[in-house]
């Protein structure tokens, strides 16, 4: 196993994924995973209660009397996590060293199934003057159903030797997806970032990448020409070309076959990117927890994630998160009836009512086993969880976490 | 951006320097960094208070309430920093990686303002016998009264192409500055490092040091002429050849205009080395406080350094630390009217007066913002630092910590 050995090399806290593989044992045990997006409060007041604990939750305060809390880190005290960058480092991937660029990130948000070699972008709708300068990057943020119909122009397109998918995001905003054999997305941006100056042509960064440069290029060309007609949306600027990246996939470090349920793609597409081989849309949250027994005999890790809470946090209201918590709670009954053998509940990240988005604080965090050494806190809180014998933690602890109470994890050492 | 990318890597706990600016983004907001000097302590007799219990800290209390405990580790549990490493990791530089050599230090202990490209180096003043070996390497540990006499002979020394500073430091110890054109600090020390042999020749360690090592030559061979006529300090050995590291300052780092105030030379020469571009010397804790308001305005981070703490604590005076603790905190009101976004109180490590010396427990640390979700304890004391929802963190997690709080820096992924 490789160690540290450079003096330019940060410290580590947590095993890495070789070590935790190295590690795997096999076991029939059940994990189940349930994150409620954006779970961490604060108070609204001095002494008052966050949104966790506002919220009636007899039921998870009964799964946290007989598990242990802790308190996680996504990142890192202090940075405030994206959902990917949360997500990630929950499955135990390492944030700063797992890195998904803007133009996959792109493809998830709008749930395209990126292949294994799909060069992905993100395009705007830009208008150029005649000259070709950039007059405005967003073109005037025309409204998302004005972009559909502009997306079916460049979706006319054709391009030798590849196949082309373009796909509307939200106002002038969409993905452009190239996929065919030997692309690569060593491609310059073509949005100069500014305006008052022309788009940029695409380069390619390697030899390797002149092909798919070629491509972009006829790709613009042809976007500018079927635009043309238009005043204010009349030409495309790309950036972030980008390549599903590749990981080991979750199945083959923890040795888990995971399914994952969401009702937002951004989760499913994370679920995706870490080749979880059940991937289950829901339209609510009963559809999403009545998915769970469907899949429970033939996966052995089961992702619910619960999109509410962090929508309510974002909204700044308050009771809303606290409702969204409380129907949480009343639906876990339904999930414990399945016996799984290791709960984890937490958050990715803490969106606090108050602050009306993503923050740095620290998200609570319950695991529940048969097997866990209770440390006599009786409710899920974020008060109980800073007292709670896991401590304060990064969040790729809870991986390993969860497959040793699971039995998952072979001794390290004679 | 250099990111970390190969998979053989360790995770990082506390993000890096490069991370953290990759993130920076601007904001409005003020952050005042108090740092007592040996903060952390030991109760004098089981069950005891620690000095920072034992004082009286109505302010630093009300502090506490409202905002958030922790313990930190300077460089690691159970390591004793020094005081310059110590304020290296709060500043948020990881002490093991951003190492200060010798020479530099001595310079920094000086207050003597080394500029790039200079030279220095740590000097004793030294007996030798006829023959040329090494009797006494500390010259009998001389008086600070008469080096400052043979300092003045070595600095009527002349060389070409270069300016010569010596400056006293303290009993036998000098400092010597070579400040020119292409000079390199990658010469070997003339310090036999014991006595009974006679003093090394310096030698290059790179081509590029050739001229550096034949200057240092000639210096060694003049010092030895102007003190020949002396019988217990007839020459000088030379170590820890060094020149100021070329470190991201901590203005590019964190995108904060950052002032420094400080009676003691060490602390201003670690701002100096950080780029930090104010530095106040101040001779009294009064001056040190009223220098506050006077650069507020203009900075957005304040370090405060007060040295008085460590004092009492290395001189064993448990009472004078406490007393050192209730004059801070009786001054902090003053600090506190200027409504600083974010508070951090802490030290650079421990010097409990038991010990009468730097030690290697944690110290206590309190954060207070607007936005902290409070963690319900009622004083500044180590116990309940202990119990504090910041958990035990390296003292690197702090600045991210301090500047999250700040709205300074932006989400990590979308």
Known sequence: MPVRNSSAEPRMTSPNLEFLQALRTDARTKILFLVLDGLGGLPLR??????????STPNLDALARSGVLGIHDPVGPGITPGSGVGHLALFGYDPIRYRIGRGVLEALGVDFALGAGDVAARGNFCSVDAAGAVVDRRA???????????????????LPGVQLFVEPVKEHRFLLVLRGPDLSAEVTDTDPGREGVPALEPQPRTPEAR???ELVRAFVSAARA???GERDANMVVLRGFDQLPAWPSFGSVYGLRAAAIAAYPMYRGVARVLGMPTIVPAATLDEEFDAVPQVWADHDF???HVKDTDRAGEDGDFQAKVNAIEDVDARLPRLLDLKPDVVVVTGDHSTPARLRQHSWHAVPLLLWSSNCRPDELVEFSERACVRGSLGRLPATDIMPLA????????RYGA
Do not use: D, K, M
Not at 145 to 156: G, K, T
Not at 403 to 410: E, F, S, T
């Open 46 to 55: 001095e002494r008052g209660p966050t949104e966790l604990e506002a919220a």
């Open 140 to 158: 005037g943020r025309l409204s998302s159903e004005r972009a559909r119909a502009l997306v079916e122009r460049l979706r006319a397109i054709e």
């Open 211 to 213: 092909a798919t440069a």
């Open 226 to 228: 079927r635009l043309g």
């Open 302 to 304: 089961v992702f619910l």
């Open 403 to 410: 497959l040793g109470h699971a039995g998952r994890l072979a």
